[in-house]
């Protein structure tokens, strides 16, 4: 069974940070005359966003702990709420890149991830 994000741990993004390219790049093919030919990479569609989250220590723990365990240093796929045309919707999810961490003023971390989402 696939794993879920953690429900003490918050999903929403802080405001100003979403960013969602809603398709991969295509594929493209050059030639010698004319223009060149894309195409997509496949059948599933798989978007991908970027967004920053506000935890306290103890969900920072929780968060890094899921990821270093469940996730096997975030190599596993996940479902979680996604941001998605005005509305939150649990889609299926993998790490795109390392989150990045920082421990801010207090009790606070800013964790910044990317994230490849199917079917956005």
């Not at 306290?56 to 723990?61: I, P, R, T, V």
């Not at 479902?79 to 961490?101: I, K």
Request: hydrophobic share 35%; aromatic share 14%.
């Amino acid at each position: 069974m696939m794993e879920t994000w953690p429900e003490s741990v918050p999903h929403a993004p802080l405001a100003g940070t979403f960013e969602a390219s809603p398709f991969r790049e295509p594929l493209a093919t050059e030639f010698e005359d004319g223009p060149r030919r894309s195409r997509p990479r496949g059948t599933l569609r798989v978007a991908t966003v970027r967004f920053t989250i506000r935890m306290s220590n103890d969900q920072f723990a929780i968060f890094k702990d899921w990821v270093d365990g469940p996730l096997v240093q975030g190599t596993q796929p996940f479902l979680m709420p996604v941001w998605s045309a005005g509305a939150y919707r649990e889609r299926q999810c993998s790490f795109f890149e390392r989150y990045r961490e920082n421990p801010g003023h207090g009790l606070r971390y800013r964790v910044s991830v990317v994230l490849d989402v199917v079917d956005y």
